[in-house]
């Protein structure tokens, strides 16, 4: 065997014990749920002096009364109660209370299925959560809470009404400045209003990654960090960009071709900094390129028309078909994602359809550097393998996320 097949074979272990232990601990949550509610039923203050469970608990367990609280609700929605004058409470979500027992089913997986199932009237409960647990057997809280969100619409499809209010324009400082380092500092100040948007902007671009991907260890700050990047090519792209010196504000990135090929070596990022190779075969797989003949001592020769590498009309179907990040469980939309060449065109990969993925820079970065792999279905759709240490079996994965097209019946 060799030393990657072993650490394969290790990480598949590790994974198998820690689904295991998770296991056993959501089914002991599940059964301590059912006592705390239990406990309600016949009187926690007869049977132990408190006041509510929730106040037992935090004693009891030393866990923090807001902990204690989400716990006995969850426990309420879960399991089957009794009234003061003993009529009997049906759960919000019984069936899920039955799953949750046997450890199937995380927390946020369970709290997840209770709100949407409270927002639903009684008579359609029974259905929508039978869709529900059978779509959480194979995916996420998020894509979860993403079908939930469709039922609910389904059922009430005028929603909320519309925020027609229109910020004013406010006045701002900024600083930005590039250390000896490579790293940029940026300083500023911001009105209220202002402070109010950037951060609700941030916020949603700096939320938490799919939790199929594992734990996301960023802090706060590196997540802002991320977001405000992602931010930033959200702005670059936009063609409503004004123009700089005759052409749209972008940064150059110099790299030979063989260095391309191989992902060795290093590129000219803008003026003065640099890159590595394979950071700039990443950018290469969605960028404009201006191809250029450089002498012996690196002085251009000649340099050609600058073109696209994925042209406007084959962008516009990746659009179309992936309708935002291809990668299962990304809610980032169109306009966040590139054009990922499935097999790179450095290496001879063809610009067209079938050899393109739309994904956000995260997943785009997974892609490059992990063990996931992305191909095209017979039914031309794009389907993700992970690595064998989070599935044996390579099953395909596909995002369910976004909207898809309407169609004719």
């Known amino acids: 065997m060799t030393e990657h097949a072993l650490w394969q074979s290790d990480a598949v272990a590790l994974a198998d014990r820690i689904g295991a232990l998770f296991a056993c601990i959501r089914s002991a949550e599940a059964e301590l749920g059912a006592l705390l509610v239990e406990i309600e039923q016949r009187g926690v203050l007869e049977l132990f002096g408190y006041r ?15 902990s204690a609280e989400r716990m006995v609700k969850r426990a309420r929605a879960v399991n089957p109660g009794l009234s003061l004058d003993g009529t009997p409470i049906p759960a919000v979500a019984a069936a899920t209370g039955v799953v949750a027992r046997s450890g199937q089913l995380s927390n946020p997986m369970i709290d997840v299925i209770a709100g949407v199932l409270q927002d639903i009237p009684p008579e359609h409960r029974e259905g929508a959560e039978r869709h529900l647990l059978t ?70 671009l700096a939320q938490r990654r799919p939790a199929g991907e594992g734990p996301d260890l960023r802090s706060p700050q590196e997540r802002y960090g991320d977001a405000f990047s992602d931010a930033i090519d959200l702005a670059l792209n936009t063609p409503d960009l004004p123009m700089q010196a005759g052409d749209r504000a972008h940064v150059m990135v110099a790299v030979s071709l063989t260095d391309l090929k191989t ?10 900094g ?77 610009t067209e359809l079938g050899n393109l993925v739309l994904m956000c820079a995260h997943h785009h970065r997974l892609l490059h550097r992990s063990g996931w792999e992305v191909r095209i279905a017979a039914d031309g759709l794009p389907e993700f393998l992970p690595p064998v240490f989070l599935d044996k079996r390579r099953k395909p994965r596909r995002n369910n ?9």
């Open 263 to 272: 992902g060795i070596g290093t590129a000219l990022l803008g003026d003065t």
């Open 401 to 409: 996320l976004h909207q898809p097209l309407p169609f004719a019946a």
């Open 135 to 204: 779509f959480a057997a194979e995916a996420g809280h998020r894509q979860v809470a993403a079908l939930g969100a469709r039922i609910l619409a389904h059922l009430d499809p005028d929603g909320a009404e519309p925020d027609d209010t229109e910020p004013a324009t406010p006045t701002r400082e900024l600083s930005l400045r590039r250390k000896r380092t490579g790293i940029w500092e940026i300083n500023g100040k911001l009105d209220d209003e202002t402070g109010a948007r950037a951060s609700a902007l941030l916020d949603s």
């Open 274 to 350: 640099t890159i590595s190779a394979a950071e700039a075969r990443l950018h290469a797989c969605d960028c404009m390129i201006i191809p250029a003949v450089l002498g012996t001592r690196s002085e251009p020769l000649d340099v050609g028309r600058l073109r696209r590498l994925v042209p406007r009309a084959i962008r516009h179907a990746l659009y179309l078909r992936d309708r935002g990040c291809a990668f299962p469980g990304c809610h980032r939309p169109p306009r966040h994602c590139h054009g990922h060449h499935i097999r790179h065109w450095a290496d001879g990969g063809p």
């Open 52 to 66: 509510s469970v929730p106040r037992l608990l935090e004693h009891l367990a030393d866990v923090p009364k807001s």
